[in-house]
């Protein structure tokens, strides 16, 4: 089947080499729960990279982890070690570059 453009599994030659996204030995702990009590690891030494043109999917059990990716990237959180970085920028705040979806306004209307 030739329809003339690339294969699904070739990489295009214009993609940049350079990581659009970039996990670096990133560490979030979260504070104990009760005072005395052991601080949580929701994530330890999470290294990848995600390049132009690449897809990445975030996805597993409640409680894995999958929010504090996503709030690490979009700068809502910040890691206890390692860095992040989107564009060659380090992450260290909220940017207007990156959204966050929530919950859809339906879930959160109040209509009888």
């Known amino acids: 089947m030739d329809g ?29 729960a009760r005072p005395g009590g052991t601080p949580f690891t929701a994530i330890e030494k999470l290294s990848f990279l995600v390049r132009e043109g690449e897809f990445l999917s975030v996805v597993g059990p409640s409680g894995c982890g999958k929010s504090t990716v996503l ?25 207007l570059d990156v959204g966050c979806p929530g919950a859809p306004s339906s879930a959160m209307s109040n209509s009888a």
């Not at 294969?7 to 979260?30: G, I």
Request: proline letters at 11%; glycine letters at 12%.
């Open 4 to 32: 003339g453009g690339p294969s699904v599994l070739e990489r295009p030659a214009a993609l940049s080499a350079e990581p659009v996204l970039q996990f670096a030995e990133v560490t979030k702990r979260f504070g104990a």
């Open 71 to 95: 709030n690490l990237v979009a700068g809502l959180d910040r890691p206890n070690e390692g860095s992040i970085r989107l564009s060659g920028v380090p992450v260290t705040g909220p940017s």
